[in-house]
């Protein structure tokens, strides 16, 4: 199971800390990822944490976004920074066979 966290609404230059809890699997056994879905849009690959630690970033985000594992809390982090109208979705994380629930970012102008 993966429970996302630490959406909200936030000013446009904004930052925001997400997290997604991984239970029933241990999550560095696994390459992760972080998918949005705008409003009216489809989903979108935002990044990558791989197996190894390596990264990978949509050309969107990257300089902005930065993805890391919280291993010992068996957690996937997704820091936001300069945050900009069109990052506004609900940002998901996934193995790609399991998804989480989604948590809302909401970016004001």
């Known amino acids: 199971q993966l429970v996302e966290s630490g959406g909200g609404l936030v000013q446009t230059g904004g930052s925001l800390r997400l997290s997604c809890a991984a239970s029933?699997?241990?999550?560095?056994?696994?390459?992760m990822s972080w998918v949005r879905q705008a409003p009216g849009k489809g989903f979108e690959w935002v990044a990558d944490?791989?197996?190894?630690?390596?990264?990978s970033y949509a050309d969107s985000v990257k300089g902005r976004f930065i993805v890391s594992g919280d291993f010992a809390e068996n957690t996937l982090v997704l820091d936001l920074k300069s945050l900009i109208a069109e990052d506004t979705a609900v940002y998901y994380c996934?193995?790609?066979?399991?998804w989480g629930q989604g948590t809302q970012v909401t970016v004001s102008s």
């Open positions: 944490l791989n197996l190894g630690g390596s990264t």
């Open positions: 996934t193995t790609w066979s399991n």
């Open positions: 029933g699997f241990s999550l560095i056994n696994y390459s």
